[in-house]
């Protein structure tokens, strides 16, 4: 199984909104509703940040938000602050293998 | 609170075993969820290795299936890792988490341990 495809860095400025994508295939993103997304500063485990595609745990600002299309998911941020710096990941469930896959991760430059 | 702590040899010789136990403090481990294990590559993305249930049951990545064990000790509160034949491939940081998983579908990881960096070199 190849893992999830995303850009390997994007950037805005303070205020602005950014969007992630996370591409998979008809064989995890495109067919189960199990993504979720990582944030990662340097030194430091990742942490969950979005799951079950656009439900965010208790203390995640709503600024950020998970969707997805096809075989396509994204974690847009609003409103980006300079602490949102950081290193994104996205999963997804693997399907028939019972595997977890996870993307290569986006490099956020708020500049 | 839940909390993670992972602990292990920091050095590995290539084409032994390398040994990681993840620590769970302040939760037990016989709560339904699954325990995963999650490395990370000097400057690479993240690989799932894999999970296991209080009940012994374990998933596997399949690229590692053959090389990899996950057992669990419930009376300590803790879970290990085995991962035999290392080569210079395996060196990187090795993370712990609760994993929720139903009905067999593996889920989301959280939280996670701050890991442990094992080298592989001779």
């Known amino acids: 199984q190849s893992g999830l495809t995303q850009p390997r860095s994007v950037s805005g400025s303070p205020g602005q909104s950014v969007t992630i994508s996370c591409s998979g295939t008809?064989?995890?993103?495109?067919?189960?509703?199990?993504v979720s997304w990582y944030q990662q500063y340097p030194g430091k485990a990742p942490t969950l940040i979005i799951y079950?595609?656009?439900t965010r745990p208790s203390g995640v600002p709503d600024r950020f938000s998970g969707s997805k299309s096809g075989n396509t998911a994204s974690l847009t941020i609003s409103g980006l602050q300079v602490d949102d710096e950081a290193d994104y990941f996205c999963s997804s469930y693997g399907g028939s293998h019972n595997s977890v896959l996870f993307g290569g991760g986006t490099n956020l430059a708020v500049l | 609170q839940v909390q993670l702590q992972e602990s292990g040899p920091g050095l590995v010789r290539p084409s032994e075993t390398l040994s990681v136990t993840c620590s769970v403090a302040?939760?037990?481990?016989?709560?339904?969820?699954?325990w995963g294990w999650i490395r990370q590559s000097p400057g690479e993305g993240l690989q799932w290795i894999g999970s296991i249930h209080q009940t012994g049951n374990t998933y596997y990545n399949p690229s590692l299936r053959g090389r990899v064990s996950i057992s669990v000790d419930t009376s300590k509160n803790h879970f290990s890792l085995n991962l035999t034949s290392v080569t210079a491939a395996d060196t990187a940081v090795y993370y712990c988490?609760?994993?929720?998983?139903?009905?067999?579908?593996?889920?989301?990881?959280?939280?996670w341990g701050q890991g442990s960096r094992v080298t592989v070199s001779s």
């Open positions: 079950d595609v656009n």
């Open positions: 302040g939760y037990s481990i016989n709560t339904g969820y699954y």
């Open positions: 988490a609760r994993h929720l998983a139903v009905r067999g579908i593996l889920q989301w990881l959280a939280p």
């Open positions: 008809g064989n995890d993103v495109g067919r189960y509703d199990y």
